[in-house]
């Protein structure tokens, strides 16, 4: 199974702030990553595909970038409705893999 | 859109087997997709458990090989999962999703909890 190193586990902040998540490949997935916010009690749903393609509905404030086998989600300016717990996703391979989640709390 | 919705038994004995199924609306299960299980421990991360294709084609989590089986009911327009020989670990809310191949999970449906206990 290809590996997702998610970091950091939990995050404080505030409105406003800008928020970065990073996850790590245990080898190449080219730009087959997605990412997904979840709220408690609800399915995930999809923010990022394609390592940083904006799904159709979600705010230009997401967005993700690829370096190598590192993958970074970034919130631009955090809103009150972004609190929530981010996954990565690979899907290079024909066993998908998530990894260990975010959970993005209030400061 | 797709819509899709699981269902099952919300409680299945241990050594037991697990069986849910997941409705396919707004659309045929006829497609170049792959269906999705996914599932979520009570308090922890997503877990991706396999994916089937119209066509009969599977691929499973390594570690759940064993255990599980997926197929698809063109007729009814929903596929399944069942998963054998369960324990407390294989509880959990379970999610269908659906996705092309080397794409996400842009459809998912609303999660069911299955409880493993006696």
Known sequence: DIQMTQSPSTLSASVGDRVT????????????????????GKAPKLLIYKASSLETGVPSRFSGSRSGTE??????????DDFATY???????????FGQGTKVEIK | QVQLQESGPGLVKPSGTLSLTC???????STDDWWT?????????????????????????????????????????Q????????????TAVYYCAKAQWLDAFHVWGQGTMVTVSS
């Not at chain 2, 409705?23 to 299960?29: C, L, M, P």
């Open chain 1, 21 to 40: 998540i990073t996850c790590r490949a245990s080898q190449s997935i080219v730009s087959w990553l997605a990412w997904y916010q979840q709220k408690p």
């Open chain 1, 71 to 80: 993958f970074t989600l970034t919130i631009s300016s955090l809103q009150p």
């Open chain 1, 87 to 97: 996954y990565c996703q690979q899907y290079n391979s024909y066993s998908k893999t």
């Open chain 2, 23 to 29: 409705a396919v609306s707004g659309g045929s299960i």
């Open chain 2, 37 to 77: 299980w996914v599932r979520q421990p009570p308090g922890k991360g997503l877990e991706w458990i396999g994916e089937i294709h119209q066509s009969g084609s599977t691929n499973y989590k390594p570690s759940l090989q064993s255990r599980v089986t997926m197929s698809v009911d063109k007729s009814k327009n």
């Open chain 2, 79 to 90: 596929f399944s999962l069942r998963l054998s020989s369960v324990t407390a670990a294989d």
